[in-house]
């Protein structure tokens, strides 16, 4: 029986290596994996991989290869002694990393010979292979073009730009949006509490308070692309009364403010150059320097 499905090498079969590699095997893609520690590449063996003895193995086995390690210095320090069959291939870096460090790996890559593409997972390993798995990436376009198929395998995929280091920086953007999200709730769960209060009695009115909050979002982003911040539904002043509010009651309930602090002080630094009746809006300026 001939297989003319894409052969595809995984470096890396940790948690979401070993996912992804699952994936491309129920597909019927010829599979090779490379692993550190050579065991965590037997279940996947039991489905029908081929084991490379190296990674300069892996990298010959396939025109499509992907790191998935614990970050760009990893699989640039996997690759090095392999660099040699790199060239005409495409290197699918999942590996997470700083943009900036991104963009030296895609550099080196493409250096010697081969398409650079990097993907970003916004998804629990548990999700690859369906369409609830959110991957981005940016890189090469003509090779996100040629494996759009085998890509479209692991989730629903989104090419974002040819800079290699745009992925990830959306990653950061909405890891950090997730993290004000997640850790503010976790304050707030704290503050109550100090009355008794339980999360799971806090958790609806929290719910409903933060759909609210993210019908907000558009009106936010147009302030901020007009650079307009004379109107606005919330000004300085009003920000900084109700942050200072949290700051105290939080000393007065025994609760670290830490998580409002940082905050605060962007408001008070937005204050020293814009009235307290502009909107909160123009905090944007003072995260980018630009105040
Ligand atoms: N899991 C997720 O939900 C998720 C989602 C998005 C992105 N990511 C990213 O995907 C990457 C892998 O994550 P994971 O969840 O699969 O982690 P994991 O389960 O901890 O696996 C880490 C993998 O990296 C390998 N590794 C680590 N350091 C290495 C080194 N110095 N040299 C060679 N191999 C090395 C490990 O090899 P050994 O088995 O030998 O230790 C293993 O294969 C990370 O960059 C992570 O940020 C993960």
Do not use: C
Not at 54 to 82: C, F, G, I, Q
Not at 155 to 162: D, K, S
Not at 233 to 253: F, G, K, P, Q, V
């Amino acid at each position: 029986m001939t297989n003319d499905k894409t052969p595809v090498s995984v470096i890396g079969v940790g948690r979401l290596g070993a996912a992804l590699a699952a994936a491309f095997l129920a597909n019927g893609h010829p599979t090779t994996v490379w692993n550190r520690s050579p065991e965590k590449a037997a279940p996947l063996a039991a489905k029908g991989a081929t084991v490379a003895g190296s990674v300069a193995e892996a990298v010959a086995a396939s025109p499509l290869v992907l790191t998935v390690v614990l970050d760009h210095a990893a699989a640039r320090a996997l690759l090095e002694p392999a660099v040699g069959d790199l060239r005409g291939r495409t290197l699918l870096n999942v590996s997470s990393s700083t943009p900036d460090d991104i963009r030296k790996l895609a550099e080196w890559v493409t250096g010697h010979g081969a398409d650079y593409l990097d993907a970003a997972v916004m998804a629990v390993p548990q999700a690859i292979g369906t369409l609830d798995a959110q991957v981005l990436y940016s890189g090469s376009a003509k090779a996100f073009e040629r494996y759009g198929t085998e890509l479209e395998i692991l989730g629903t995929t989104r090419y974002l730009a040819a800079d290699p280091g745009v992925a990830e920086l959306f990653s950061m953007g909405l890891l950090s949006a997730a993290y004000g999200t997640l850790f503010g709730y976790m304050h707030g769960a704290a503050l109550l509490d100090s009355a008794n209060v339980k999360p799971t009695e806090f958790l609806g009115l929290a719910v409903q308070w933060l759909n609210g909050m993210l019908a907000f979002l558009p009106a936010l982003s147009k302030e901020i692309e007009a650079k307009d911040y004379t109107g606005g539904d919330s000004s300085l002043e009003i920000n900084l009364h109700a942050l200072r509010y949290i700051e105290t009651a939080s000393h007065d309930a025994g609760v670290d403010p830490g998580f409002v602090l940082p905050t605060l002080k962007l408001v008070r630094r937005r204050l020293e150059v814009a009235k307290p009746t502009h909107s909160v809006a123009g905090v944007f300026e003072t995260m980018l320097g630009r105040s």
